[in-house]
Nanobody, 119 residues
Framework: QVQLVESGGGSVQAGGSLRLSCAAS????????MGWYRQAPGEQRELVAS???????TYADSVKGRFTISRDVAKNIVSLQMNSLKPGDTAVYYC?????????????WGQGTLVTVSS
């Protein structure tokens, strides 16, 4: 069974940095877009950043200039460097990969990693 395994969450003070990483359990998995979403308590899950196979990145307005997404297509790894963190960035962060499984494009999700930013 294919899984996305996330790492790198934790607690940090405002202004600090964290780096999240996500790897597919099968490196040969064919993926299209990979990215990060987040969900704060009582809020809907929202896109943070995503990247196509060819390297085109999309960012939420709230993180532009502070977060940077990167991707290793060959290894099916996507990372998110988060700088200048704010308390409003506190959420559970989820990795997502659009993957070809048994001939069908499927949205795979990681289990989520908690990021807590204190003021």
């Amino acid at each position: 069974q294919v899984q996305l395994v996330e790492s790198g969450g934790g607690s940090v003070q405002a202004g600090g940095s964290l780096r999240l990483s996500c790897a597919a359990s099968i490196t040969t998995l064919l993926t299209a877009d990979m990215g990060w979403y987040r969900q704060a308590p009582g809020e809907q899950r929202e896109l943070v950043a995503s990247m196509t196979r060819t390297g085109t990145a999309t960012y939420a307005d709230s993180v532009k200039g502070r977060f940077t997404i990167s991707r290793d297509v060959a290894k099916n790894i996507v990372s998110l460097q988060m700088n200048s963190l704010k308390p409003g960035d506190t959420a559970v962060y989820y990795c997502k990969a659009d993957s070809l499984i048994r001939g069908t494009w499927t949205a795979l999700w990681g289990q989520g990693t908690l990021v807590t930013v204190s003021s």
